[in-house]
């Protein structure tokens, strides 16, 4: 199913990239063959390649991975070799580079934050939100686990979790958390979204299975922490950290004591990593124009 998710997805952006017809490729053979790679020219974590080779032999090219999802690679590495239609490559490049770039990027910023997070405590987790562009948080949520992180939700059919502005309806954090326990599959888990250490510690006490602890200071972060653990509550609960949270802040935050850190960032501003796709050797019936 996620094979078929991803080619959907893929021939309906080059679609939108292509409504008629490719007013440039058109000027190329339909018998003009290439071999091609994509190169990158920075350092970076590799994400969704397997993906993009999906669609390429999809789309009738014989294609060579030189690197797996999760893999580093250095600048000047060829990520993937090419072969096939010259005039389909170049209509379809565009497409390849903006993925691969985004999902790269991505895998390199959680990588980063990854490495950051275990030199301080080597069981603390790295998690990705829900904030994924639409149509790509497949792709984004696959970049994250190939840069070591957790994906946490990939949908809201996942897991119970009460944010702030569900707390406006119910009279307290108590009965939010009963109430879902009550209606909740047996098999899913409810987190809370709290704002203060005396309704993390409200949650924990009515049952939550995960607390985050939303925009919380590191020194809140820590008394929060301290609150469960004289009420005996702490190791019955995740303790999960989300809001301002940078790779600058990054550590103190991982020092404070939490299971789980959730970064927006992860996904919605990590810098694209720079690839090229070049044509190495073109054959075939290519025409005296060449």
Known sequence: ???ELVIERMLSWLAEDIPFWDLTSELLPESCEC??????KEQGVAACVEEAALFLNRMGFKVKLNVRSGDQFEKGSELMTVEGSLKKLLQVERLLLNLLTHTCGIATTTRKAVQI????????RIAATRKTLPGLRYFEKRAVEAGGGDTHRLSLSDMVLIKNNHLKYFPSVRTAVETARARASFAAKIEVEVSNPKQALEAAEAGADIIMLDNFSVQDVREAIEALKKAGLRNRVIVEVSGGITLENLEEYVRAGPDVISMGLLTHSAKAIDLSLEVIEVTGQCGESR
């Open 1 to 3: 199913m996620a094979e």
């Open 117 to 124: 997070a275990k030199r301080a405590n080597p069981k603390v």
């Open 35 to 40: 071999k091609a790679a994509i190169i990158a």
